[in-house]
C-alpha cells in the first residue's frame, strides 16, 4: 500500500464517512470543510484512484474507498514507527507517554489495551 499524502488523507476522511459518494458530493464537503475548491479536489480524487485507494463507478462518478480506515491508518502508523523509531513500537511508546499527562482511567485503558494482547 502507497503513502497517502495529508491532502489525500482529508479526502479519503470525506470518502470513508460519506460512502458511497460522488465526486461531486466530495468536492461540495471538501469546500464547505477545508476551503478547496473543485479542481483541486477532482486532482486529489483522480490521484487516489491512481494509487488505487478510490474507485470511481458512473454516473456520477460514485466513489468508494478501496481500503477501510483502519487498514490505512495500521499502514500509516507502521511506516511512521519504521521512519521515526527504526521500527520500534516500544520508542513511539515512549515518545507518546513522556509529555503526555494521563489520567488513572487513560492509564488503565492502555494496560488493558496492552494486556489483550
Known sequence: M?????SEIKVMEIIWDNEPVSAK???LIAND????????TYTIIKKLEA???VKREEPNFVC????????V???ETKSLVD?????SKKALFSALLEDEHLSKDEIKE????IEKR
Open 2 to 6: 502507497q503513502k497517502l499524502f495529508d
Open 83 to 87: 521512519k521515526l523509531f527504526g521500527g
Open 73 to 75: 491508518q495500521k499502514n
Open 110 to 113: 492502555l494496560r488493558d489495551l
Open 51 to 53: 494509487k488505487g485507494f
Open 64 to 71: 468508494t474507498s478501496v481500503f477501510s480506515r483502519d487498514e
Open 33 to 40: 470543510t477545508i476551503g478547496w475548491n473543485k479542481n483541486t
Open 25 to 27: 458530493q466530495i468536492s
